[in-house]
C-alpha cells in the first residue's frame, strides 16, 4: 500500500497584556501669516519635548523613546459661500511619537498635554517589549505545529491508518504579531474641586501563528 499523504493547517494564538504603549500626537495652528503660525507651533512644541524629555528614559521609562516629525508650512485660500476667495491661510504642523512603559503616567502626560495649543491626540496604540513578543512568538509557532500533527493524527485515526510522520512543514507568513490594538481614552469624573482626570484601559495584544504541513502515513 502506497503512503497516504494528510495535508493540514495548524494555528494558534494568544492574547496577553500590553506592556508599551505609543500614544500620537498632532500639533497644528493655522492663522493669517506664517511667521507667527510657525513660532506659535514651535513654541507648543518646545512645551511638550520638555514634559517627554523630563520623563525619558530607555530603560526605566516612564517614556522609553520619543520622536518628533519636521514642522511642515502650508497655506491655503478657503472660498466663501458666495463663492469668493478668501485670503490665504497659512498652517504649520508637526507630529510626536512618545512611547510609556508606564500607563499610569501616560494617562497622567495625556491629560496635562491638553492644554498645550493646538495639541490633538490621534490615537494610542499597544505593544509588548521586543523580548517578550519574540519569546511569545516562538511559543505559539510551536503550538500551531502541534496543533497541525494533531489533525493530521486525528484524520488518520478515523482511518485506522497508524502513526502519522511529517514530511514537510511550510510558514504561510502568518507568525507575526496582529496589528497593536487602539483603545480609546476613558475619562473619570475627579473628586469634586479636583482636575479631570483620564484613565486607560489597553486592551490585549494578539499574537498568532500558522503552518500548513504534509504527513504521511
Do not use: C
Not at 500607563?103 to 505593544?127: H, P, R
Amino acid at each position: 500500500m502506497s503512503d497516504v499523504e494528510i495535508h493540514v493547517r495548524g494555528a494558534h494564538s494568544v492574547t496577553v497584556p500590553p506592556e508599551r504603549g505609543t500614544v500620537h500626537v498632532t500639533l497644528a495652528l493655522e492663522g493669517p501669516a506664517p511667521e507667527p503660525v510657525f513660532r506659535a507651533v514651535s513654541s507648543s512644541l518646545a512645551e511638550v519635548k520638555a514634559t517627554l524629555e523630563a520623563r525619558h528614559h530607555p530603560d526605566q521609562g516612564p517614556v522609553t523613546r520619543y520622536s518628533v516629525d519636521q514642522v511642515r508650512m502650508g497655506s491655503h485660500r478657503p472660498w466663501h459661500k458666495d463663492g469668493k476667495k478668501l485670503p490665504l491661510v497659512h498652517s504649520a504642523s508637526v507630529t510626536v511619537e512618545a512611547t510609556f512603559a508606564d500607563f499610569d503616567a501616560l494617562a497622567a502626560w495625556v491629560a496635562s498635554a491638553a492644554g498645550v495649543e493646538g495639541l490633538s491626540i490621534g490615537y494610542l496604540d499597544w505593544q509588548l517589549t521586543d523580548s517578550r513578543r519574540l519569546a511569545l512568538e516562538r511559543t505559539t509557532r510551536q503550538y500551531a505545529v502541534q496543533e497541525a500533527r494533531r489533525r493530521a493524527q486525528d484524520y488518520a485515526d478515523a482511518l485506522n491508518l497508524g502513526a502519522v510522520s511529517v514530511r514537510s512543514v511550510s510558514d504561510p507568513g502568518l507568525n507575526r504579531p496582529a496589528p497593536a490594538p487602539r483603545a480609546a481614552m476613558l475619562a473619570q469624573a475627579a473628586p469634586p474641586g479636583g482636575a479631570d482626570e483620564f484613565s486607560l484601559r489597553p486592551q490585549d495584544v494578539e499574537i498568532s501563528a500558522e503552518v500548513e504541513a504534509t504527513f504521511v502515513v
